[in-house]
């Protein structure tokens, strides 16, 4: 079973009102990429991936008059995806969605959200944030999409699909503003993270097949304000102390070492030279009954990956399709 994680960037940017893909030579949200380009970069990476699954992360919006989980199957469908059944759980108000798109002749798919050991994820949860003994309201502006997913083969696996809390001080105008704001966006990812976890315990002590994917916005090191806190979000999720951890080979790397190369899940630009960032943002933590299976991971990276790096094509489609690249894991079943 191959399952992928994949953060679009501005996928919703492609699609009109009913869903149709403007596929023309207008911008889209991507920086100096057209509609056009971006969708034909996109259909060559999903045929590239033929996966299972694929938890799309900021998939196209689904608000009003909107259906992002139709706009996705047309999609799958102009370029003969073999993913091409959509599924979405709570919308959420910010344009990027969190979809399943699978191939319904491998796996049956069902929105299964649960309260075991926290509250839904499209309610609330209260935590005192800011150390003040005040307990403050905390809520998922993208509500994970919590899903049962069984297999032809007859194996049953529980998928949470994740768009934590950026981390980035949009809106600040000096330094000061952006490291309060740096750090309250901080303590909400954290908070959101805790809470992920309680979730994750319920499905370890239940004996789930477990799988948490997506986009973290965080990871070991990632910045200044980790020693603040002491730990990341990432680490949170994955599991502490003497309870049954998650793992990700990616993350164990990356916590594994204070200095030297990583593996990197997306690239994007900065300041105002636009110069190039790498950062491991994108994760597929599996529960150890799911690590038992002897799973593979990797990352379609364009430059680290040398099937990818050969491939000029599919290189160069990467890059254009969006600002983060595919996370896979191959499970043999």
């Known amino acids: 079973m191959k399952i992928v994680t994949y953060n679009v960037e501005w996928f919703s940017n ?7 893909l403007f596929d023309d030579d207008r911008w889209s949200g991507r920086w100096d990429v057209t509609r056009a380009q971006q969708t034909a970069a996109l259909g060559a990476v999903f045929q590239a991936l033929d996966a299972d699954g694929v938890m799309v992360i900021e998939a196209p919006d689904s608000h009003a008059r909107r259906d992002g989980a139709g706009a996705l199957e047309g999609f799958a469908a102009k370029f003969g995806i073999r993913a091409r059944k959509a599924i979405i759980g709570y919308v959420n108000e910010t344009q990027q969605e969190i979809i399943f798109l699978y191939d319904p002749d491998v796996l049956s798919v069902r929105h299964d959200p649960r309260e075991d050991g926290a509250p839904r994820f499209d309610e609330a949860i209260k935590m005192d944030l800011d150390v003040d003994a005040q307990l403050d309201t905390v809520k998922w502006s993208k ?66 097949n477990a799988i948490v994917l997506g986009d973290f916005n965080d990871g070991p090191g990632l910045d200044e304000y980790e020693k603040l806190f002491g730990r990341s979000g990432v680490e949170i999720v994955l599991g502490e102390g003497n309870g049954e951890q998650m793992f990700d080979p990616h993350a164990r790397f990356a916590l594994s070492q204070r200095i030297g190369a990583m593996p990197v899940t997306a690239r994007f630009t900065v300041g105002k030279d636009r110069h190039f960032m790498s950062a491991l943002l994108d994760y597929i933590m599996v529960s150890q009954s799911v690590r038992a299976m002897n799973p593979t991971w990797s990352i379609m990276h364009p430059f680290d990956d040398p099937e990818c790096f050969e491939n000029k094509d599919l290189c160069a489609a990467l890059l254009q399709a969006s600002d983060h690249f595919p996370v896979v894991i191959d499970i043999p079943l």
Do not use: Y
Not at 14 to 20: A, H, P, R, S, T
């Open 143 to 208: 509500p994970p999409l919590e899903i049962e997913v069984t297999h032809t083969s007859g194996a049953v696996f529980r998928l949470i699909g994740v768009h934590a809390k950026s981390k980035a001080p949009h809106g600040a105008r000096n330094d000061a503003q952006a490291m309060r704001i740096s750090i309250a966006n901080r303590r909400k990812q954290l908070a959101q993270c805790i809470w992920l976890r309680r979730r994750v315990e319920a499905h370890l002590e239940a004996g789930d």
């Open 14 to 20: 492609l699609f009109d009102d009913e869903g149709n």
